[in-house]
């Protein structure tokens, strides 16, 4: 049956640009879990509604505008909440409402009824063109360059923000970066998923390496499986029972973190079984 | 290098005041350090100690007065930020945050000079080594997370000597431990001091424990009220009738408490 699904062109593509993308976003994810940014992936997807109106009314190219919107939200976000005046879910929650008003009023604008509205919502994975291929393998190179280049002061930064400053590490410019990351790689799972669920992919996968590892080495391996296993299957399940792909995908991923949620770490059994190693704080404790 | 010259003060702070959202949260804040000096700025909560550190780092700015580490100003630090080591107030830190203590260990090496360089095997070295000075090397792969507040702080302490550090900021490195990890953490503190001739700034709200440490004492709230010796700030007998930070001092000194827990 599967081998019938990949006699299609098509199929093929969609399958590519599934384990594309799965990769992309588990990567993406890992710092977005660590550093608790997944309300701010909802936010930016869902702004970019407006950016891809912009396009659709003006004929611009949607996917392009989207990127723009998207990203200058991201970076906006990111400064208005850095200088503190202002929470950074507060912020969210305002670009997040205000850029899916703007897609809407503009959108309302347009007479008939477009189909692309639907795709953009829920992701279209079957129209997969060999040029959205190339634009998604670019944005993957850009991102996973940065991510790989900057991988130890991301991870210190998601730890520990104060001493990194303290340290001298350039926070700001490697958030911001991060958050363009964040921003374009969102723009490339929406021809996945679409709009209302990319944001999944930025969380779930990671979130399921968090709950299986202690270590940031295999959790960043599990989140990567995740992610790929995740969205192929997901598209072969789509495919199986003729389910939207954007769905498909996010259900399964959802079903994968819950089963996740039966594995039961090591550290709280020991904890559970008998006296914990000695640490070297015992013997005087035993005077006191 | 500015940080070479031994003779000149290792801290310097001339009428530093800072304010935040139209209060003042420091005024006029002058005081030296010297080069191997240890110093514990006491005060109450919210009296402004961590900012006055976080000042000195250039994390903040100042809205008067200037300020110095290792003969640096604090708002441009450059390359003498290699050399001071820091531990932020404690945070209630991500338990399941994937890091080791070894992990947590090693991003204290990383400055502007290692981006974009791995970090090499005689450096992981460095961070065991570090690890078995705070008599923490067992824990070394253990997660982060799972380690006791006692044990947390020891690693925090290693991470900030692997910069090889001339001077330290600590910033309440004790609080909320009990007294057994207390005394070890400050016993620690005390040999490591000695053996790299360290200048340590260390803040606390808790003078009692402080005092048995420390080489001289400030005590701030809002502005700097009383700069000495241990004893002589201890039995101060202005102290409580005019500053406020004394309260703290005299309730723990006779419950022998810590007032927070």
Redesign the interface.
């Known amino acids: 049956m599967i081998s019938a699904m990949l006699g299609y062109g098509f199929m093929q593509r969609a399958l590519l640009a599934a384990v594309l993308v799965g990769a992309l976003c588990s990567t993406v994810a890992f710092f977005v879990v660590l550093r608790r940014l997944s309300f701010l992936g909802v936010g930016i997807a869902h702004t970019a509604l407006g950016g891809i109106s912009v396009g659709l009314v003006t004929g611009l190219n949607p996917f392009l505008c989207g990127s723009v919107f998207a990203l200058l939200s991201a970076l906006a976000i990111g400064d208005i909440s850095r200088r503190g005046r202002y929470d950074e879910d507060t912020v969210i929650g305002i670009f997040f409402a205000a850029g899916m008003a703007f897609g809407i009023a503009l959108l309302s604008s347009l007479k008939g009824y477009y189909p692309e509205i639907f795709s953009l919502l829920f992701g279209n994975i079957l129209s997969v063109s060999t040029a959205d291929l190339l634009i998604l393998a670019a944005v993957m190179v850009a991102v996973l360059l940065f991510i790989s280049l900057f991988f130890k002061e991301l991870l210190a930064i998601s730890f520990d923000e104060e001493a990194a400053r303290a340290g001298g590490l350039p926070v700001a410019p490697l958030y911001f970066g991060l958050l363009a990351a964040m921003a374009l790689t969102i723009m490339v799972s929406v021809k996945l998923v679409g709009i209302v669920l990319a944001s999944a992919l930025l969380v779930i996968p990671a979130a399921t390496g968090y709950r299986l590892s202690r270590n940031y080495r295999a959790m960043f391996v599990l989140s990567l499986l995740t992610g790929i296993g995740g969205s192929a299957g997901g598209l072969v399940i789509s495919y199986l029972f003729d389910l939207p792909s954007g769905a498909a995908i996010v259900l399964f991923m959802a079903l994968l973190f819950g089963a996740s949620m039966f594995y039961r770490p090591r550290t709280i059994r020991r904890k559970k079984g008998g006296e914990q190693k000695n640490t070297g704080d015992g013997p005087l404790y035993k005077n006191i | 290098m500015p940080f070479l010259n031994e003779k000149s003060p290792a801290v310097t702070s001339e009428s530093l005041s800072v304010r935040q959202n139209a209060h003042t949260v420091l005024e006029e804040i002058t005081f030296q350090v010297a080069p191997g000096e240890m110093i514990g700025v006491i005060g109450p909560n919210g009296g402004g100690k961590t900012t006055l550190l976080r000042t000195l ?1 250039g ?1 903040i700015r100042p809205f008067a007065g200037r300020s110095t580490l290792l003969g640096c100003p604090s708002a441009r ?2 390359p003498v ?2 050399k ?1 080591g ?3 107030q404690k945070r209630t830190h991500d338990r ?5 203590a070894a ?2 260990v090693q ?2 090496l ?3 000079e ?3 360089r791995p ?1 090499r095997r005689p450096q992981r070295e460095r961070c065991r080594e570090m690890l078995e000075m705070v ?2 090397l ?2 070394a792969e253990r ?1 982060f ?4 507040g ?2 947390q702080q020891r690693v925090l302490l290693a ?1 900030a000597l692997v ?1 090889r550090p001339l001077l330290l ?1 600590l910033d309440e490195p004790a609080a909320g431990l009990d ?3 207390q ?2 953490f400050m016993e620690k503190l005390r040999q490591l001091r000695q053996r790299f001739a360290l200048t340590i700034l260390l803040v606390s709200h808790d003078l009692a424990s402080l005092a048995a440490y420390v080489d001289r004492i400030l005590c701030i709230n809002r502005t700097m009220h009383i700069h000495g010796e241990p004893q002589q700030v201890l039995q101060s007998s202005a102290l409580k009738k005019i500053y406020r930070c004394s309260y703290d001092l005299l309730r723990m000194a006779a419950s022998g408490e810590d007032e927070n827990r």
């Open positions: 780092l994390l630090l450059g930020r290699a001071i820091y531990i932020p399941r945050f994937p890091l080791s992990d947590v991003t204290g990383y400055s502007p290692t981006l974009l970090i008599d923490a067992p824990l997660s997370g799972d380690l006791s006692g044990e991470r910069r900021l007294p057994k990890a005394y070890l």
